[in-house]
Nanobody, 126 residues
Framework: QVQLVESGGGLVQAGGSLRLSCAAS????????MGWFRQAPGKEREFVAA???????YYADSVKGRFTISRDNAKNTVYLQMNSLKPEDTAVYYC????????????????????WGQGTQVTVSE
């Protein structure tokens, strides 16, 4: 069983930055791939970024070059550094954990992930 708790959301002006954190329980964190998804009002939950246990990273085109995903296995934590934020980045951001045996495009899919956090709100004003 893995529990995920996100933090770091808030209100920021366009062009600003936020860093989200996701703290995971359990001894198998380092073996898991971790992902960030987001869901805006009235829209489906969408992939943002993922990082494998081997620290390979994947990004949605909409955030590439602005967001950076990283992990600290010693702290059982995954981060999402978000720079140059835009109003369209406004959403609830969710952290998720996936088994280690997937690869490539599977990490873009919600169904790959078997554990989810409760989400943290990010609001970007004009």
């Amino acid at each position: 069983q893995v529990q995920l708790v996100e933090s770091g959301g808030g209100l920021v002006q366009a062009g600003g930055s936020l860093r989200l954190s996701c703290a995971a329980s359990g001894r198998t964190f380092s073996n898991k791939a971790m992902g960030w998804f987001r869901q805006a009002p009235g829209k489906e939950r969408e992939f943002v970024a993922a990082i494998t246990s081997g620290t390979r990273t994947y990004y949605a085109d909409s955030v590439k070059g602005r967001f950076t995903i990283s992990r600290d296995n010693a702290k059982n934590t995954v981060y999402l550094q978000m720079n140059s934020l835009k109003p369209e980045d406004t959403a609830v951001y969710y952290c998720a954990a996936a088994p280690p045996y997937y690869s490539g495009t599977y990490y873009y899919m919600r169904t790959t992930y078997d554990y989810w956090g409760q989400g943290t709100q990010v609001t970007v004003s004009e």
